[in-house]
Structure formats: structure tokens, C-alpha cells
T-cell receptor
Framework: DAGVTQSPTHLIKTRGQHVTLRCSPI?????VSWYQQVLGQGPQFIFQ???????GRGNFPDRFSARQFPNYSSELNVNALLLGDSALYLC??????????????FGPGTRLTVT | GENVEQHPSTLSVQEGDSAVIKCTYS??????FPWYKQELGKGPQLIID?????GEKKDQRIAVTLNKTAKHFSLHITETQPEDSAVYFC????????????FGRGTSLIVHP
């Protein structure tokens, strides 16, 4: 089975622009989470979706939004890009939100550069 | 919220030596503690995890220990190999119904041949 896939791999945007990042979870996984990883730091939680509903939100401004589709794939949208949004954006999927399985499996990430 | 501190930030060992990375957390209700390995240009890979109802878990050359009283957990890698070189992250979740993990800042492990 394929792992978590993300697109695009790399992206260069200009300040003020909008960006959409995409993620497809492991087949059968219904929960998707998004993280921002700045160089030299650990991933920072942005959003979690389960069964198309937002179940968790990190400390990020309203410029960040996300959604999950009926096939459990997800999009992360960032408006009015700032230089500080430059980072690796990671998507992780898991089979359940709570209960026995917390295991998250990460995709390779999308490297966003804002100039 | 949860606060996770990870030490050391860098660790350099000779091939065959053991490596230990330690994390402390603040939320006493946290009950799941994963460790991830991240190689250059890749996403984090789950390598081992432990739940709060056990004190130790092993998987071949890697092990994780948990001390709930002291609120710390550690990753142990024995017989290190050059391919173990990577950045390792620990994480601990906020308590509550959703799984929202806080990650440590990472440990860069370098294994010299």
C-alpha cells in the first residue's frame, strides 16, 4: 500500500499570495493532521480532521485553514503569505482519532518558500 | 498546554556505541509517547512508541523507557550504525479527546564509522 502522499513537493510563492497544499492519507485512514516544521525545530501542530470534521486546531492565525474531503484526502490553505510561513508542511494520517491507535504516519512534506 | 523538552540537541557517537535521548513533559495526563526518526529531505518516521501503562518497550536495537512519576521518557539505541544518523523527535499529547501532540526540538544523532 502507498504511504501518505503530499503535493506539490516544493513550492515558491511571493508574499501576499495564497497557497493550497494537498494530502492523501494511507488507504483506510480517516484522520489527517497538518504540521508546520521550521528548519531546526520539531513539527508544530496546525489542524486535525477526522471524518471530515475539524477535531483540533493549533495556535496558528486565521490565515490558515483546511478541509477534508469524503475520500479522506485533505487540503491546507494559507492566505496572505508571510516570509515566516516558509517551512516544511507535513501531513500525517492515522486510523483512529482517539482510543487505541494514536500512531501517526507522516508524508514526505511540501517545502514552501515565501520570497 | 503540554511542554516537551528534549536533550541533547546533538549527539555524536562511534559506531557500535549506545545512544540515549531524553524527553521530559509537563502534562501528567499524557498517555502516549512516540519517537520519530527524520532523515534529510523526508518526513518523520515512527520508530517506537510507548503507552502510559508500561514502563519499557523494546524493538530489536531500540528501546523506550517511561517514568511517569518523573514525567520523562527516553530512547535507547544500542549497537549504533551509520544508518542510524538522523534527527530524532519525541512527542507527547495534550490531554483530552483529540490527539494533539507537542514535539521536542529534536536531537541530531551522528554515528561515526
Amino acid at each position: 500500500d502507498a504511504g501518505v502522499t503530499q503535493s506539490p513537493t516544493h513550492l515558491i510563492k511571493t508574499r501576499g499570495q495564497h497557497v493550497t497544499l494537498r494530502c492523501s492519507p494511507i488507504s483506510g485512514h480517516k484522520s489527517v493532521s497538518w504540521y508546520q516544521q521550521v528548519l531546526g525545530q520539531g513539527p508544530q501542530f496546525i489542524f486535525q480532521y477526522y471524518e471530515k470534521e475539524e477535531r483540533g486546531r493549533g495556535n496558528f492565525p486565521d490565515r490558515f485553514s483546511a478541509r477534508q474531503f469524503p475520500n479522506y484526502s485533505s487540503e491546507l490553505n494559507v492566505n496572505a503569505l508571510l516570509l515566516g510561513d516558509s517551512a516544511l508542511y507535513l501531513c500525517a494520517s492515522s486510523s483512529t482519532l482517539t482510543g487505541f491507535s494514536y500512531e501517526q504516519y507522516f508524508g514526505p512534506g511540501t517545502r514552501l518558500t515565501v520570497t | 498546554g503540554e511542554n516537551v523538552e528534549q536533550h541533547p540537541s546533538t549527539l555524536s557517537v562511534q559506531e557500535g556505541d549506545s545512544a540515549v535521548i531524553k524527553c521530559t513533559y509537563s502534562d501528567s495526563a499524557s498517555n502516549y509517547f512516540p519517537w520519530y526518526k527524520q532523515e534529510l529531505g523526508k518526513g518523520p518516521q515512527l520508530i517506537i512508541d510507548i503507552r502510559s501503562n508500561v514502563g519499557e518497550k523494546k524493538d530489536q536495537r531500540i528501546a523506550v523507557t517511561l517514568n511517569k512519576t518523573a514525567k520523562h521518557f527516553s530512547l535507547h539505541i544500542t549497537e549504533t550504525q551509520p544508518e542510524d544518523s538522523a534527527v530524532y523527535f519525541c512527542a507527547a499529547p495534550l490531554s483530552g479527546g483529540s490527539y494533539i501532540p507537542t514535539f521536542g526540538r529534536g536531537t541530531s544523532l551522528i554515528v561515526h564509522p
